[in-house]
């Protein structure tokens, strides 16, 4: 395998592995809020699972609730992939891996 075939592979649109999570998420992209699903998540973004029409490029801001005793985790986003199922968002910070941790269901 040549150095170019490499660098080729390494430039991946995801650059973080992704996990299966089922977790609820409330979240609001200008002034519509909506509660849907996550249906997988990496350090770097996730997939919400809805039927709302979002368009790329559209920031959204995602708020998780980590336990039931403590404020919701606020997450600022941008939209970067629309299917029918629902949409891609790539986290404008990433997140820590213990939440990534707690979400997901290994």
């Known amino acids: 395998m040549t150095t170019s075939d490499k660098l080729g592979q390494s430039e991946e649109r995801r650059k973080d592995a992704r996990y299966k999570c089922r977790t609820s998420v409330q979240y609001?992209?200008?002034d519509s809020n909506y509660t849907a699903f996550i249906q997988?998540?990496?350090y770097g973004g996730g997939f919400i699972e809805s039927p709302a029409s979002i368009k790329v490029g559209e920031t959204i801001t995602m708020?998780?609730?980590y336990t039931e005793d403590?404020?919701?985790i606020t997450m600022i986003g941008k939209v970067v992939r629309v299917s029918?199922?629902?949409?891609g968002v790539?986290?404008?910070m990433g997140i820590d891996a213990s939440l990534v941790k707690h979400l997901t269901e290994e």
């Open 90 to 92: 790539r986290f404008k």
């Open 28 to 30: 609001a992209v200008q």
């Open 70 to 72: 403590q404020n919701p």
């Open 84 to 87: 029918p199922q629902g949409f």
């Open 63 to 65: 708020y998780v609730q």
């Open 40 to 42: 997988d998540i990496s």
